[in-house]
């Protein structure tokens, strides 16, 4: 199976997660994952979802289906037509072996993926905080999601980060080539619309498939350039 680390921080965005995380699982990947405190702020004001750091538990950030009559957080994802959105939902439309998710908490310095020695096939900082881009354009490594980046660019691995910011400034712009410079892969969450999108989950997909391009995982979340609309 493939390995990928997965890291979430205190960037806008959360939505984008949730749905990268489901989509790598039912892909069969096996996600590890690791989250920062600021993170867990924005899934509660963005999504209503409570994450706890020291007791984590996969429900937490991928609860099976959200009732949109009775969340008002997550109303805005609501379809045209649908009454419920399940944040899981690529699972319950058929038989899937997931991958398996293995979660580290953001100051274990101990665990695998903080060494050049646990192999991975890439990692994704999604979405990514100004922060954590400035600590990794300099080199800082003051938590295991800095380090675990740092990991995969000095072993020259797939590292793909998903900054959400607007306006950008001269300084975060410079941090953005340093480490593109590095050979990170630059993927700002910047939805395109040429798919037609009908609902902010038409967005979110675009994002999660073109990271999902960069990987290699095969997906049909998008209609691509030169084809029709997915039915």
Not at 145 to 167: F, G, N, Q, Y
Request: net charge negative.
């Amino acid at each position: 199976m493939t390995d990928l680390v997965v890291a979430i921080t205190g960037a806008s965005g959360s939505i984008y997660a949730v749905r990268l995380m489901e989509v790598l699982l039912a892909s069969g990947c096996n996600v590890h994952l690791t989250i920062s405190p600021a993170a867990v702020q924005v899934f509660e004001h963005e999504l209503g979802l409570s994450i706890d750091l020291n007791n984590f538990d996969p429900s937490q950030i991928m609860p099976p289906s959200i009732d949109m009559k009775h969340d008002s957080k997550l109303a805005s994802l609501r379809g045209p037509s649908d009454e419920h959105y399940a944040l899981s939902s690529v699972f319950s439309d058929s038989e899937i072996t997931r991958g398996q998710l293995s979660y580290y908490h953001h100051v274990d310095f101990s665990a695998g993926i903080a060494s050049g020695s646990f192999l991975t096939q890439g990692m994704v900082i999604c979405p990514c905080s100004m922060g954590t881009l400035g600590n990794l354009a300099n080199g800082i490594s003051s938590n295991l999601i800095h380090r675990a980046a740092d990991v995969h660019l000095k072993e020259r691995r797939k590292l793909i980060i998903v900054p959400r910011e607007t306006p950008l400034s001269s300084v975060q712009l410079t941090n953005m080539k340093t480490l593109v410079d590095a050979g990170a892969v630059m993927l700002p969450a910047m939805p395109g619309f040429y798919h037609n999108p009908l609902s902010i989950p038409d967005l979110v997909d675009f994002i999660v498939g073109r990271i999902c391009d960069q990987l290699g995982i095969e997906h049909r979340l998008i209609q691509r350039w030169g084809q029709g609309r997915k039915s």
